[in-house]
């Protein structure tokens, strides 16, 4: 083999062990999102919200690694389709990823997890659908093209069976409202679908007018707590601090105190992490559609649903259990606030980087 065949088949492997761990990624993000509907574990569901973040990093090099083997290889007859799978495979995994991430989001509505009947359906389809998965992705992975054509089949069979549970859904005695509620659904579902799609299309005539890439996100994040004196606070000044381009970030409680936590001000200031001067504890203040402009509430203090009447569909609620607040300036009270800066940067950094990678400015 020559060195040019070498190096060729050695990045035509990197591409292909990339497409490996983000089908990883991607298997992980359906289980779990259906083990949190299925169970009602809302930080599982946040989590599994927060993983699709790595999962488009790895759509995005994917492609990257993709035209940059066309450009320097010219590939032709099977390295080329090879190519072409692997592009159509990466867009679709990471739209598998999207579709966990909206189970992952139904589960948080939730008031109670699924029960019944229905529980017992969505368990059965919901095996044979990762089912389904997993052995695509085996068969992608090995391009086995038997165990693909084995596993088309399954589709088909479970068309038939989501038929037969919609005509069970169909046959209660408010039938009606049921099939108005689906269709609707439906429809809502497939225009949000057209909208990111032409989003998608926008992006692509930006890059091939001008090579201008998509602009990383800035994210909105809503630090809470029971009177915004402290626990919040730090973690406000904390992600300010250390990421001030990758977010926007504000904090309230429920009951504001009548003023900061004297000693967190003074400790916040010897880390360089200091306060305006106009800053005093805030209320929860926020309209619903205020609310939705949030991309992520982090509750320092209890479960975030127990401060809003309902969380936006696209906002994921976080709950960290740092602990209380000192109740006093002495040598013990700037030791737990020691530890409640380490430990709530060590939650942010975690955060940021789940949000916008290694490195997030």
């Given amino acids: 083999m020559s060195h040019y065949e070498e190096r060729l088949e050695r990045d035509l492997t990197a591409i292909r062990e990339q497409v490996a761990d983000m089908a990883s990624l991607v298997e992980a993000a359906v289980r779990n999102a259906m083990h949190a509907l299925q169970t009602g574990n809302v930080k599982l569901a946040s989590a599994t919200v927060l993983a699709d973040h790595p999962i488009n990093r790895s759509m995005r090099r994917i492609d990257r690694l993709c035209h940059q083997f066309i450009a ?18 990466n867009i679709e ?32 389809v919901g095996n044979e659908t990762q089912l389904m998965l997993s052995q695509s992705i085996k068969a992608f992975n090995g391009l086995n093209p038997e165990m693909a054509k084995s596993t088309m089949i399954l589709e088909e069979q479970m068309e038939n069976d989501l038929d037969i549970i919609y005509s069970g859904l169909m046959a209660n005695d408010n039938r009606d409202a049921v099939k108005n509620l689906l269709a609707m659904f439906a429809v809502f579902t497939q225009l949000k679908r057209v909208a990111d799609q032409a989003k998608n299309l926008c992006e692509e005539t930006v890059f091939a007018a001008t090579g201008d890439t998509k602009a990383p996100k800035v994210y909105n994040i809503l630090f809470i707590d029971e009177d915004n004196s402290c626990q919040s606070q730090i973690a406000a000044a904390i992600a300010r601090k250390n990421f001030p381009e990758s977010g926007n970030y504000t904090s309230a409680g429920r009951q504001p105190a009548a003023e900061l936590n004297p000693a967190m001000v003074e400790f916040l200031d010897s880390h360089g992490a200091s306060l305006a001067d106009t800053a005093k504890p805030k209320p929860i203040d926020m309209t619903p559609l205020q609310l939705t402009t949030q991309h992520v509430i982090v509750s320092l203090q209890g479960p975030v649903k127990s401060y809003f009447d309902q969380i936006p569909f696209h906002t994921t609620p976080l709950e960290w259990d740092v602990g209380p607040a000192p109740q006093s300036s002495d040598a013990a009270g700037v030791k737990r606030l020691e530890e409640l800066y380490r430990d709530t940067a060590v939650l942010i950094r975690d955060l940021m980087e789940a949000l916008r990678g290694e490195g997030a400015p």
């Fill in 93 to 124: 995994l990471e739209r598998i990823g999207d579709y966990a991430v909206t189970i992952a989001r139904e589960a948080l509505q939730l008031s109670t997890p699924p029960s019944g009947p229905l529980s017992r359906e969505l368990e059965r």
């Fill in 72 to 89: 320097l290889h010219l590939p032709s007859a099977g390295h080329l389709r090879l190519l072409s799978s692997v592009i159509r495979a």
